[in-house]
């Protein structure tokens, strides 16, 4: 079956320059490739002869000989490999895609040999975000300053200095692959002239120095919405590195993680915080400030609180990112012992010990009673 003319597969003039082919060729590829074309024939075989014009237009030589001799000119510079050895292949159709095709389904390649030439989405980027728990439940606003690589504006990602131009890689002919072949064996792998590119530059780019990609530090401004705890995760599509041959650029993710804090902790939706008391007020009740997100309020102490004992605030807690009720406050009581008594204090104390009957009153401390109780049951049932 003829071919088409490689200009009108493309949509461009004769007379196009470098930019308006790879606009033309970063449009059609994105359009038409397997990834967001799952099983669908045409689009596949609609990105092959997308590839295959755009490879023989973007160079210079091949172009040359295109519009002099037509397909005549270029083929077998454009698809397949060679007869054999280092980078020979068996052509379209031939040994090297059913190799490809094989170990590609084997690997998760899904359809064989990718092109050196396609399009290929940039890598994702992750950014690790610690808030503190105040702006966590409230959402607030940050700048980030995020380092990625960005398409060479010098040579438009071709990285080849502008006005020189660039040619097939004379060890894998362009394809960027190479292989080994034995009999009926053989053994494919990325060619190491040119690192898979399939390509060589004669004249680097003096900013990326061939890289076609630049390293830049961009500020973004991230919207961290209310009730994100640590392990959320913020996508930002497009914000990572740009893609190769101009495919898609891949996205930014900002892991959340949420400092420690001096008064709360966190439990998903609820909070937990310990509320120190005297041995007076939970003896004989009384009323206490205790801190929340929204502020202060009063909490009830009712007489003979022991330590430990969880007061629940409903709603005060933090509401959930994904929606929701929030989650409650628990206030946990720890009784604290007085420390620093003068003797006069020390006195009182002795007082109020032998008015409670001394250290063995089982009536005024039923817990201790009964610990002692079980102690003692212990060791008689442990004798012979």
């Given amino acids: 079956m003829s071919k088409r003319d490689y200009y009108e ?3 461009v003039e004769r007379g196009a320059d470098t930019k308006d082919i790879k606009k033309a060729y970063r449009r059609l590829a994105q359009k038409y490739h397997p990834d967001r074309n799952p099983d669908d024939e045409s689009s596949a075989e609609r990105f092959r002869e997308v590839s295959e014009a755009y490879e ?3 160079d210079g030589e091949k172009r040359a000989a295109y519009d002099q001799f037509g397909h005549a000119g270029v083929d077998g510079q454009a698809g397949g490999f060679g007869a054999g050895g280092f980078g020979g292949g068996a052509g379209a159709g031939g040994f090297s895609d059913i190799f490809g095709d094989v170990f590609g389904d084997i690997f998760g390649g899904g359809g064989g040999r990718r092109s050196p030439h396609a399009p290929q989405r940039g890598s994702d980027l992750r950014y690790n975000l610690e808030l503190d728990l105040e702006s966590a439940v409230s959402g607030t606003t940050v700048d980030i300053r995020v380092p990625r690589h960005i398409e060479c504006d010098r040579c438009d990602g071709q990285g080849a200095e502008p006005g020189s131009s660039k040619e097939a890689c004379p060890t894998c002919n362009g394809h960027g692959q190479v292989r080994m072949q034995q009999g009926f064996f053989a053994v494919q792998q990325t060619c190491p002239t040119c690192h898979g590119g399939g390509v060589h530059i004669k004249v680097p780019c003096h ?3 061939g890289e076609g990609r630049v390293r830049e530090t961009r500020t973004l401004s991230v919207k961290i919405p209310a009730g994100v705890d640590t392990g959320d995760r913020i996508r930002l599509n497009g914000e990572g590195e740009s893609g190769i041959n101009g495919g898609p650029p891949g996205d930014l993710y900002v892991q959340v993680a949420i400092k ?4 709360f902790q966190r439990d998903g939706k609820h909070l937990h915080c310990d509320v120190p008391i005297n041995f007076i007020d939970a003896a004989l009740g009384g009323e206490l400030e205790v801190p929340t997100l929204d502020g202060r309020v009063k909490l009830k102490i009712p007489a003979e609180t022991q330590t430990g004992r969880l007061f629940r605030l409903r709603g005060k807690g933090v509401k959930p990112v994904r929606g929701g009720p929030p989650g409650d406050l628990l206030c946990k009581v720890v009784v604290e012992t007085p420390v620093n008594l003068n003797d006069e204090q020390k006195d009182l104390l002795r007082q ?6 001394g250290t063995n009153s089982a009536h005024h401390s039923p817990k201790k009673s009964g610990f002692f ?5 212990f060791f008689e049932d442990m004798k012979p």
């Avoid at 109780?373 to 049951?377: A, F, L, N, P, S």
């Fill in 56 to 58: 023989i237009l973007s």
């Fill in 373 to 377: 109780d079980g102690v003692k049951k």
């Fill in 9 to 11: 597969v493309l949509g």
């Fill in 352 to 357: 109020l010990q032998e008015s409670l009957g």
């Fill in 207 to 209: 900013k990326c120095h």
């Fill in 260 to 263: 420690p804090h001096h008064i």
